[in-house]
């Protein structure tokens, strides 16, 4: 008898198959759907896309604006900073997202080869023999 989780609460998202969080397969309802791996890494590729035409360092526009010069060099040093962050953060999402469409490949790859070792229809591994042995001291 499988260990269960008696009295975890299991959470329920809207949208999602209720057996991706409550099932019997004795995993302890622990199942992975690589479709919505990749649904979270389309997203993580939108959001990122969106903010490819902000260019911040344009934001402050003509120092003349401020009527002071510190008051522009603060501004711009504001734009300039944040410009870098997003930056840092597209490339970070960029990599989260490759990362999911990998695991997703590889869940699935793991459902194939483990389906197929059950699948009656699945070669049985024949043994090849390998060389015959020798006595010792002659060759």
Not at 10 to 15: E, I, L, Q
Not at 34 to 59: F, H, K, M, W, Y
Request: net charge negative; charged share 25%; proline share 10%.
């Amino acid at each position: 008898m499988p260990i269960r989780n008696e009295g975890v609460p299991r959470h329920v998202v809207p949208g999602h198959p209720a057996h991706a969080y409550d099932s019997d397969d004795g995993m302890d309802g622990y199942r992975v759907e690589p479709e919505q791996l990749r649904t979270a890494s389309g997203g993580i590729g939108d959001a990122i896309a969106a903010a490819d035409d902000t260019n911040l360092e344009e934001v402050p526009g003509k120092g003349e604006a401020y009527g002071h010069d510190k008051v522009s060099a603060a501004v711009n040093a504001f734009c300039t900073t944040w410009e870098l962050a997003k930056q840092i953060l597209q490339q970070r999402s960029a990599s989260a997202g490759e990362a999911l469409n990998g695991a997703a490949g590889v869940y699935e790859q793991q459902e194939e080869r483990g389906s197929a070792r059950f699948d009656p229809a699945y070669p049985e591994p024949t043994p090849t023999p390998g060389p015959a042995p020798t006595p010792q001291g002659t060759r």
